[in-house]
């Protein structure tokens, strides 16, 4: 909103509900949202036929909002830090965004492998070392969609490569610590016992790995760089959601 606009709590929540209701209303009739103050105003049901389904779907919408409500405010979250990170990868650029992550992981991967190598499993340096090249490539990745511009490649690719080049060198190295691996590994080994188990099979890829694969300490790296894409996909749908309701700049 603008600085001589600015709303209190109370009228902030009551424009985002009113603002979601409208968008649901006007998934099934015309002119709900933002259409008080329009030339034709807001549509409303003259038929009896009408009245009541109109009616209908209004009290269904009411649950909906209440449920989706939470995850719009985390969605503003979500934005307010994603657009911090906007900001600075805009004045860094490219080779500047690729220069920082290599400072950054390559740093983490030559302190490890220099000066605490004690502190990690016999695979532990060569295994950040890999990790942190991906969170590299990633990074140059992520920028890269991202500057294609477009909701759908952002949320697709741009969101999930972020996530792996900000978490997976961490995490990694979590995996590989003699102080937390047990509960890593644990935590992977649950992931996957899901996805084989209980997770869906897309073009019989689970029976493919299952049958094909025994799992090796690499093999949880895997693991969490996959599990960066739904989560990359959850943050960026969230996003989105409360672009949908308070686009950027209101």
Do not use: C
């Not at 509900?17 to 015309?30: A, G, I, L, S, Y």
């Not at 049901?45 to 389904?53: C, D, K, L, M, N």
């Not at 969170?135 to 792996?164: E, H, K, Q």
């Not at 409360?242 to 209101?250: I, N, S, T």
């Amino acid at each position: 909103m603008a600085a001589g606009n600015e709303q209190t709590l109370v009228e902030a929540i009551k424009y985002d509900v009113r603002v979601m209701h409208e968008t649901w209303m006007e998934f099934v009739f015309p002119r709900q949202r933002d259409a008080a103050d329009t030339v034709l105003g807001k549509w409303e049901p003259e038929e009896t036929g009408e009245v009541i389904s109109y009616r209908l779907w209004s009290a269904l919408g009411v649950p909906v909002v209440s449920i989706v409500y939470p995850l719009v405010l985390l969605g503003y979250f979500f934005r307010y830090q994603t657009r911090k990170i906007n900001v600075t990868a805009v004045r860094l650029g490219f080779v500047g965004v690729v220069v920082m992550f290599t400072v950054l992981w390559g740093g983490l991967a030559a302190l490890v492998y220099f000066q605490f190598q004690w502190a990690f499993s016999s695979n532990g340096p060569v295994a950040i070392a890999a990790a942190s090249a991906v969170a590299i490539v990633s990074s140059a990745l992520s920028y890269g969609f991202w500057r294609l511009d477009g909701r759908p490649i952002t949320v697709l690719f741009a969101y999930p490569f972020a996530i792996t080049a900000i978490f997976l060198p961490p995490v990694v190295a979590a995996l590989f610590s003699t102080y937390l691996a047990d509960l890593i590994l644990t935590r992977s080994d649950s992931l996957a016992s899901w996805f084989v188990n209980e997770g869906p099979s897309v073009f019989g890829l689970i029976d493919y790995l299952e049958e094909n694969f025994e799992r090796q300490a690499y093999h949880h790296v895997i693991i969490w760089f996959v599990v960066s894409f739904p989560v990359g996909w959850i943050l960026g749908s969230i996003v989105t959601l409360a672009d949908l309701v308070r686009p950027k700049g209101e």
